[in-house]
């Protein structure tokens, strides 16, 4: 194949993009810079074709390898490369990038470069982290992705925003701090910078369990796990519908990738030992989430706390697998597991993508997000209405949508670790179809009562292509998972080994 | 590929596909499209549902084979495909000819509405749904099929969506039976987790072993129960959800705020036999679960009874015909609590056929009436509707199982069942079910005479156009007519006598098959009418049929009376036995105040105020503090460094 820098380009064409767009500031430039964006968008994306296409998945090696002189002073490499668990997520923020550059076509009206911008330089960043190989390069893209975020938030969002931003800043970097004590710690023992050589060092427990919570606490923040979650509704409410999305779609998959690329293989004893400590807090965020939820009156930040409550299903299904192995001493039944937790990432990232998108349509024709201001939407809206209603019905875990699939998997896993965790996951049948659908009957269905709700107009252009293009991969997932689960299989099976080789017994050495 | 699977794919296919296109382009095509393409395509799958019928009946064809793999993940393998076999067939061919029939009957019943597109493009939908539900091969489909049914269920409740109480109406549908397969899906893991496979074959030949290893679940260190019990107890939980058993019967009722052909085919013909469908598919695992049957039995035969008696004080036309399909579920679930799959398959098909029927010329009458429901502002419309008149007796009189018609058979047989079986609860069961003979046959004569005899009580604006419906609505009529009287004899010998019709794919015990033989006069249909005499269900229902003469034709102030004298029974029918009341009170009201408190106690003051915002604080008065202590005065800085030399002396020297 072609010796082209595949990721790299995935990397600094946007971001190159991201700059161009900039020059084409003003208003009067608003349209320049909306074909930047989709012309780099576009480029990506099909830069992703290859990617895909020639993506091994019988082996669990990182592909598309990348190694050059950075700062070889401290060791620091510019190392990029993909497995089975990191390519679908650079595709998926491409693809999610070029997903929010056509919906803000017509949406968003002020300061298009600098949003387009920002959208474009994020994605730059979003691919960085999941390629990266060395955890310094690793930590400067997972800082650095903050920025535009709270940009987006600053800038874009609504009445609240000042204090939606910095509460994001704040939390985010927090939880990252200690994240950067630990790579520097595992780079002592290690001697390279690089995430893989952390999978051979021998870590005593004590050890363990500080990096352990080092690492927690980035990842948590940004899942966003109980009680560390506060900071998602504040800043979806106030983000505009773009931001919302990428929020949704990619930053919050980041922390279960964290999981799954530092916790698990870099500390699998300590993940052991505390994975009762997951699991509860999975549970909480699943089922408890799922009441607040239930109580809100603003459709985003139901919709954030409902993917609070799905999250809690790709952290469930993270730490159960030491439930499972444990219990039937037989690997093969926890692949289930965190292939589950994968697809319900992906899964989550179109369905509720697409939420946050249709209430960002709503919002533009009424200029309010609480439920109560609408009703009767389906009478002047019934394309719109009935794409909404796939999209809820994938929240809601229905067979067919790819909702169901990850649910699915992870509940059946869930079985095999104990009987009651299932039955405590599962409840979310009943949760999630209580909150989704209701805010749906109040919102779309009945008379209209607002006399504003009787003006809309359909949906239609770039709003609908969105909506279609996300609704057949909701479909496509439900309908036949297959390949997508045949991508991961390789390297869920090699995160699996190592996270159950223990890494005590070599210690002292 | 196998023909039978090629058929049942073919058979599944082409209601999707005119479901799918009508659904895209509903607002552009004119009705005659929109009904033209779903009813072929539903033609189409019924004839090859005749088809189909024939090769595995007549042939005695039997294929199972997956069409494509789902998904495959670790050891576990999910697949689509199909099991067909003589169950397969006959639900096959039930579920297209009902499906069929309503389709070109809400030709007629939907003329004029807004959503006639979309109306169709949803039964077709809803018919796609099941026959994958019935085909499956596997749990995973199966599952497919449950909740596809549920969702289309839910989108025809609420078809109008204009009105609030259909809005709640489906959103209590979805929810409720969410509840169900809620236990449904655990024991789908629960089969995953015990057998290793969701395949139905697989499954099926393991269960032997997993029960003669007695293999328990530690439910808590102390509580074990055993696997297949709990899986088959779960997994029966999702049938009470949709199969619509007490206690999660409530939203049933309110389904009729659907169109009615919709309560016709989803609401009482089809979606609602689907746990009686899945138990008796599932029956080489109820087999070894005695504990799961007995509470199964014991579900069963108390819908069947006091279900039956709230039909009485119903004056909605639909919802007596709603209560009856709840009473008539209990009967055909009380008939699986004692192995009598085939039994309960049995009474499902003439159910389908007569309940069909009686909610199909109940629409009629609601056609003629302006969709005016109310059955004491009927009366005497046998004159104007003489074709619905006569379709309604044949339904109520095979419903209230009088013989020749074809519930006479299918109820007789599973009355007679549970009268024989050993066990636990079958006496109560048999108790239940018998009373409940009278109760039917009351509660259906009661509607029918207040319907069609009795004095007209219609408004004279609407009198003056009442007139039998058009010819789209009575054929369908006078078609189901023909299967409710005649369809109990000729399936009586396979299903009830020597219950070989449905051969390997129902599986019973040998020491539970014995209270299946019927008494020995049961030794044909012909002979069975000629017994039926001896029979107490049978006086009991005669009973029942006079006694609602004699309340609503010839002392007609009884009721009143009754209703009166006995107002706290009264109030508590009303009120449904309080099911809903409770509902609301305890799971409405419950789940939103704590809904409220999570998010207001839980989350805003807790966690945000307390925890998060309490940390900002904390650190701006940590920082106001050690700003104070930067005072810029040397003896403070001079101080602090005193004691803390100090401190560190005191430390060196212990």
Known sequence: MSQLPLLSLLIWLPMLGGVLALFAHGDAHANKARWIAIITSVVCLSLCVPLWMHFDISTAAMQFTEHDAWIPQYGMVYSLGVDGIAMPMVVLSTFTTLVVVLASWQAIKVRVAQYMATFLIMQGMMVGVFCALDSVLFYIFWEAMLIPMYLCIGMWGMENRTYASIKFFIYTFFGSALMLVAILYLRIQSGSFSIMSFYNVPLSMPVQILIFFAFFLAFAVKVPMWPFHTWLPDAHTEAPAGGSVVLAALMLKMGVYGFFRFNLPIVPDASNALSWMMIVLSLIAIIYIAFVAIGQTDMKRLIAYSSIAHMGFATLACFIIYLVVNRLDNIQDAYMSLEGAMVQMISHAFSTGAMFFGVGILYERLHSRYIHDFGGVVNTMPVFAALFMLFAMSNVGLPGTSGFVGEFMIILSAFQASFWIAFLAATTMIFASVYTLWMYKRVFFGKITNPAVSEFKEIHGSEYAVLVILAVFVIGIGIYPLPLLNVFHASVGHLLTLSQVSKLGVVLS | ?654
């Open chain 2, 1 to 654: 590929m196998n023909t039978l699977i090629l058929l049942s794919l073919i058979i599944c296919i082409a209601p999707m596909i005119a479901a799918i296109i009508i659904g895209l382009v509903s607002k552009r095509v004119g009705n005659t499209i929109a009904h033209s393409v779903t009813t072929v395509s539903v033609g189409i799958a019924f004839i090859l549902a005749c088809y189909l019928a024939k090769l595995v009946f007549i042939d005695n064809q039997v294929a199972n084979a997956n069409v494509y793999t789902w998904a495959l993940s670790g050891a576990f393998q999910f697949s689509v495909g199909f099991l067909v076999d003589k169950l397969t067939a006959l639900m096959m061919l039930t579920v297209t000819f009902v499906s069929l029939l309503v389709h070109v009957y809400s030709i007629g019943y939907m003329r004029g509405d807004a959503g006639y597109a979309r109306f169709f493009s949803y039964i077709s939908l809803f018919t796609f749904a099941m026959l994958m539900l019935v085909g499956a091969n596997n749990f995973l489909q199966l599952f497919f099929g449950w909740e596809g049914v549920g969702l289309v269920s839910y989108l025809l409740i609420g078809f109008w969506y204009q009105r609030e109480s259909a809005n709640q109406g489906s959103l209590k549908a979805f929810i409720v039976n969410r509840i169900g397969d809620f236990g449904f899906i655990l024991g789908i893991a629960g089969i995953l987790s015990y057998f290793g496979s969701l395949d139905y074959a697989t499954v099926f030949q393991a269960v032997p072993a997993v029960a003669a290893n007695n293999t328990m679940l530690g439910l808590t260190q102390h509580w074990q129960v055993g696997v297949i019990s709990l899986i088959a107890i779960l997994l029966f939980i999702g049938a009470m959800g949709k199969s619509a058993q007490v206690p999660l019967h409530v939203w049933l009722p309110e389904s009729m705020e659907g169109p009615t052909p919709i309560s016709a085919l989803i609401h009482a013909a089809t979606m609602v036999t689907a746990g009686i469908y899945m138990v008796a598919r599932l029956s080489p695992l109820y087999e070894y679960a005695p504990a799961a049957l007995s509470f199964i039995l014991v579900i069963g035969a108390t819908g069947a009874l006091f279900t039956g008696i709230l039909a009485i004080v119903q004056n909605d036309i639909k919802r007596v015909v709603a209560y009856s399909t709840l009473s008539q579920l209990g009967y055909m679930v009380a008939a699986l609590g004692v192995s009598g799959y085939s039994l309960g398959i049995f009474h499902l098909v003439t159910h389908a056929c007569f309940k069909a029927l009686l909610f199909l010329a109940a629409g009629s009458v609601i056609i003629a009436m302006h969709h005016e429901q109310d059955m004491r502002k009927m009366g005497g419309l046998w004159r104007y509707l003489p074709v619905t008149y006569i379709c309604f007796l044949i339904g109520a009189l095979s419903l209230s199982a009088i013989p020749p018609f074809a519930g006479f058979f299918s109820k007789d047989a599973i009355i007679d069942i549970i009268r024989n079986s050993q066990m636990p609860g079958s006496s109560y069961a048999y108790a239940c079910v018998l009373a409940g003979s009278f109760v039917t046959a009351f509660y259906v004569f009661r509607a029918f005479f207040m319907t069609f005899h009795t004095d007209c009580r219609v408004d004279a604006t609407v009198r003056e156009h009442l007139h039998e419906s058009p010819g789209v609505v009575y054929w369908p009529l006078i078609i189901l007519a023909i299967p409710s009287v005649i369809i109990g004899g000729l399936l009586v010998n396979g299903l009830a006598l020597q219950g070989d019709l449905l051969g390997s794919a129902i599986t019973v015990l040998p020491t539970h098959s014995a209270a299946l033989r019927l008494e020995d006069d049961y030794s044909g249909a012909w002979a069975m009418l000629a017994h039926a005499y001896l029979t107490p269900a049978f006086w009991l229902a005669c009973f029942g049929i006079v006694v609602a003469w004699f309340c609503y034709m010839s002392q007609p102030h009884i009721p009143a009376w009754a209703a009166k004298r006995f107002s706290l029974l009264y109030r508590i029918l009303v009120d449904k036995y309080g099911f809903d009341s409770f509902n609301d009170w305890f799971f409405v009201r419950g789940t939103r105040n704590l809904a409220r408190f999570a998010y207001r106690i839980g989350d805003v003051k807790l966690v945000d105020d307390f925890m998060v915002n309490g940390s900002g604080r904390l650190i701006s008065w940590l920082s106001s503090v050690t700003r104070r202590v930067q005072s810029g005065y040397l003896y403070h800085y001079a101080l602090i460094m005193i004691v803390g030399l100090l401190l560190l002396m005191i430390w060196l020297a212990k």
